[in-house]
């Protein structure tokens, strides 16, 4: 029994030296052995009301430098910040820094399939087809243009109905963005009373608002999937991840059984069985088959509609803040469009509203440390030697942020993008809030077409005012609660019908 004692202090020693010794060579904090700086974060979460974790981990860069390694439980974050090492990352070496996370329970659940988690070339190939096909579509020509209008005229009509009243918009503009989707990928559109919409909205907020427990998976990859599936809010996750997928497979059996290959596809869905039934000709379909069909479905959904709609009530809250700059926007639309239905043309006339969307995007930081990458081999960035299956995280946040590129960051100042001298719109190649490289979103043109009209459709319509509480709550609802997207807090608008 004596031996026990100094046996176990020596081990004990032993890990802290070898813990030590590994950590010291890397740039970043040295953190516990099998804990890393987990602790630290979940103290600081625990201590202070206003944490948030992107801001923690920018907080550390602020400490180390630009490339570092942040070690959370057992598994390794390389976080890369400022524009010129993402852009080294994501663009200089985009066959290293390409890949994504591969937790055991990603495995079972997505299957390397889909969009958002597939690799290598199926990955490669969807991402190609599905370009081809939404810009088959008319995705920034006018057949998803019209299909955007109706959506805006059609919020436009239910907010006419709450004119005057204290409205929450959040469920009114989601369900306006998932119609988008569902008319790209479906070729149909849900009426907003239909319950199965609300079903849908409730199932897809589930996914993108996982709890703490959920990040377990990837704080300790080597926990097998059937242990994380257990946390509470992982649980969650699967359910309605089970909902979304037998709901979108319902409505592809349903498109399946009527559709006639000889005729043109109408939407996405129609397209992908038009490609599976030529590839079925000429030998089998190889990676283009149903599992892989209703994962990309459900990654567009996923992707593409809390980011663009949350984006959206970012643009209106900032609205009723900077009432002058509302104003502004106005006046320059009524001057140049007046009340016909805008179209993507008038961009290039609209310079206020662009330089409003912009710096919308810059402060709203909607994914600020962007989807994890995983690095496929060992590779050298800055100096850091990176080992392969290092997690990585983009730190958009930090380019966004940074005050030499855009001076008092956390001020809201649209005119940052607009030319002193020609007084005209300037874009900013350091606003990059759809990310850098070859998994950039896949959906940048679209949510870029669906801000622009949404905005000016409401913008043209309604003039839009904060509540008493969202006076009162200022700071609490621009800061927002934590998440993977960054979403205001819980508030209410006032809407106003301007006189026509
Ligand atoms: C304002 C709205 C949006 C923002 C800010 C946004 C942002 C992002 C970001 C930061 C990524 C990760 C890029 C990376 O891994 O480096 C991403 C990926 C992706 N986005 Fe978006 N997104 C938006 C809207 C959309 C829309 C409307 C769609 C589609 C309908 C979409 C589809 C996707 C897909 C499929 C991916 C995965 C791409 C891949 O892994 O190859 N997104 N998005």
């Not at 709890?211 to 359910?239: C, I, K, N, V």
């Not at 497979?249 to 290959?261: L, V």
């Not at 800055?382 to 392969?388: A, E, K, N, Q, V």
Request: glycine share 6%.
């Amino acid at each position: 029994m004596q031996i026990v004692k100094p046996l176990a202090a020596a081990l004990l020693a032993g890990l802290l030296g070898r813990h030590l010794f590994q950590r010291l060579r890397r740039r970043g904090p040295i953190g516990l052995p099998v804990l890393g700086s987990l602790p630290y974060m979940l103290y600081r979460a625990f201590v202070e009301p206003g944490f948030r974790w992107y801001r923690f981990l920018n907080e550390m860069r602020a400490a180390y430098g630009d490339v570092i390694s942040v070690v959370l439980g057992t598994q390794e974050f390389i976080l890369i910040s400022g524009y010129q090492q993402i852009k080294a990352a994501l663009v200089g070496r985009a066959d290293q820094f390409s890949q994504r996370p591969n937790q055991p329970l990603y495995q079972v659940m997505a299957q390397g399939r889909g969009l958002l988690l597939s690799e290598g070339a199926l990955w490669l190939e969807h991402r190609r087809f599905t370009l081809r096909v939404l810009r088959d579509f008319g995705l920034g020509r006018s057949l998803s243009e019209q299909q955007i209008q109706t959506e805006a005229q059609e919020l436009a009509a239910k907010l006419s109905d709450l004119s005057g009243q204290e409205t929450d918009l959040n469920v009114h503009i989601t369900k306006a963005i998932v119609n988008v989707i569902g008319s790209l990928v479906f070729a149909q559109r849900s009426g907003y009373e239909d319950p199965k919409l609300d079903n849908f909205l409730h199932h897809t907020k589930a996914l993108t608002q996982a709890g703490l427990d959920t990040e377990l998976m990837f704080f300790f990859p080597q926990l097998p999937a059937w242990l994380t599936a257990l946390a509470p809010s992982t649980g969650r996750y699967l359910q309605s991840e089970k909902w979304i997928m037998d709901h979108c497979r319902e409505k592809i059996q349903a498109i399946d059984r009527n559709y006639d290959e000889s005729s043109e596809p109408s939407c996405f869905v129609e397209a992908y069985l038009q490609e599976q039934r030529l590839r079925q000709a000429s030998g089998g379909v190889g990676s283009f088959d149903n599992l892989q069909l209703v994962r990309t479905v459900l990654d567009l959904y996923l992707a593409g509609s809390e980011t663009t709609a949350t984006t959206l009530r970012w643009a209106l809250l900032y609205c009723s803040f900077h009432p002058e700059y509302q104003e502004a926007c106005h006046a320059e639309i009524a001057a140049s469009i007046g009340l016909r239905e805008v179209s993507m043309k008038d961009k290039r006339g609209l310079h206020k509203v662009q330089a409003f969307l912009d710096e919308t995007q810059r402060i709203a930081n909607l994914v600020p440390m962007s989807v994890e990458h995983r690095v496929s081999e060992a590779v050298e960035l800055d100096g850091l030697p990176i080992s392969p299956d290092s997690l990585v995280l983009p730190n958009l946040y930090s380019v966004h942020m940074d005050p030499e590129l855009f001076p008092e960051p956390h001020e809201f100042k649209p005119d940052r993008f607009i030319d002193p001298e020609t007084g005209t719109y300037k874009a900013s190649e350091y606003l990059i809030p759809f990310s850098l490289g070859k998994r950039a979103c896949l959906g940048e043109t679209l949510a870029r077409m669906e801000l622009f009209i949404f905005f000016v459709t409401l913008l043209q319509k309604f003039r839009f005012e904060p509540t008493e509480d969202c006076r009162l709550r200022r700071d609490e609802i621009l800061l927002g609660p934590d998440g993977v997207v960054r979403a205001p807090g819980d508030h209410s608008l006032v809407v106003h019908k301007r006189r026509l």
